[in-house]
């Protein structure tokens, strides 16, 4: 095994593959769980971002990482029916396994559309505090009962989280749907004033572009949320990187009058709930092959989230967040476009 940052254990051949076998099954473990990270097919960093996941699960879980490929499929091949994990997914194993063991107690969590964003974090984190099965062998019939019940319990309890996510990203969609009539109205308010003024542009009074922003950015939030909604959802601390302003003026119109709706939505931290925005770390160029980028100077780590999507261009909005929370607006560019000013 090679210790990666002192974060992970890089699994990279078969031996490490069977030594890894053989502490899921050993039924003298102790319990504690072991947890996998895979990459997504033809990539070689973990999907899900390996110092997320241990801040969630802590010092005492042993971390994994295995390319997809020839390894996880030998993993798949050692481990019981579908204990296995490849393409991207993370899988959560409470040892020991074994063929009497229920797949549904050691949590695969994968990712349908290859994003692995926020969302998948999250749901991440829920299956781990869910902690292990409570059905170990050899308890009495009496406490077996008790036991599938508490674990029937716990999975009840986790559908209804789910549901509770499934509700907020609908009323996420809802938000859009609310946030591009308001910019409807402002295009066509645009249009009537410039139609008064006879074609000639509007003026922005004594305000430069990132105040423009700033208004158009607080506007949206409130255009967006209920005041009920707005304590449970506030605008974060952040900045307007030097060349941010500039780069939302080479987006076509369409794509403009949503940049301050997705900042709103990053800012007071909705953007992780949507999986419209696809929000997740950034890296230094396409397929996975660069790990993710973290500014030297101060620590801040680099995010990416969609502006607008399948159209020609697909424009994202990068941006810095740094560890006290705040965030830097850094560029909105083309979706092939993997720079971020510093």
């Known amino acids: 095994m090679i210790t990666t940052g002192q974060t992970i254990l890089h699994v990279t051949a078969p031996d490490d593959v069977a030594a890894l076998a053989e502490a899921l099954c050993a039924p003298d473990s102790d319990g504690r769980a072991i947890v996998a990270l895979t990459s997504r097919k033809g990539q070689r960093y973990p999907a899900l971002d390996p110092d997320d996941i241990r801040r969630i699960v802590g010092d ?27 393409g991207g997914a993370a899988r959560i194993w409470w040892p020991p396994i074994d063929e009497r063991s229920d797949p549904l107690d050691h949590p695969l969590i994968h990712d349908c559309h290859g994003v692995y964003s926020t969302k998948a974090l999250e ?45 907020l990203t609908h009323r996420g969609d809802r938000a859009i749907e609310r946030a591009e009539a308001a910019e409807r109205r402002a295009r066509d308010a645009r249009r009537e004033a410039r139609a008064a003024s006879g074609g000639r542009p509007e003026r922005q009074d004594t305000m430069d572009a990132p105040a423009v922003l700033r208004r158009a950015v607080l506007d949206a939030w409130l255009e967006t949320f209920r ?11 952040y900045r307007i990187g030097h060349t941010f302003t500039t780069s939302v003026e080479l987006l076509p119109p369409a ?45 801040a780590t680099a995010w990416r989230c969609a502006v607008k999507r399948n159209t020609p261009g ?21 979706h092939d476009d993997f720079e971020i000013p510093e």
């Open 60 to 86: 005492d879980a042993e971390v994994y990482f295995i390319e997809d490929g020839s390894l996880t499929h030998e993993l798949g091949r050692l481990l019981p029916p579908k204990f296995q994990v490849y």
């Open 123 to 167: 749901i991440f984190r829920l299956r781990f505090e869910s902690g292990p099965p409570t059905n170990r062998r050899g308890v009495a019939d009496p406490q077996r009962k008790l036991a599938i019940y508490e674990r029937d319990e716990a999975r009840r309890r986790r559908g209804v989280l789910e549901q509770e996510n499934y509700r």
């Open 227 to 237: 005041e009920d909604e707005r304590n449970r959802y506030p605008l974060g601390v």
């Open 255 to 299: 794509a403009q009058d949503r940049v301050p709706w997705v900042c709103a939505m990053v800012l007071c931290a909705r953007a992780q709930e949507l999986q419209s925005l696809e929000l997740h770390r950034l890296r230094g160029g396409p397929g996975g092959e660069e790990a993710p980028l973290t500014r030297e100077r101060d620590g």
């Open 314 to 334: 697909a424009a994202r909005l990068h941006y810095w967040r740094s560890p006290d929370g705040s965030v830097e607006l850094a560029s909105v560019g083309h």
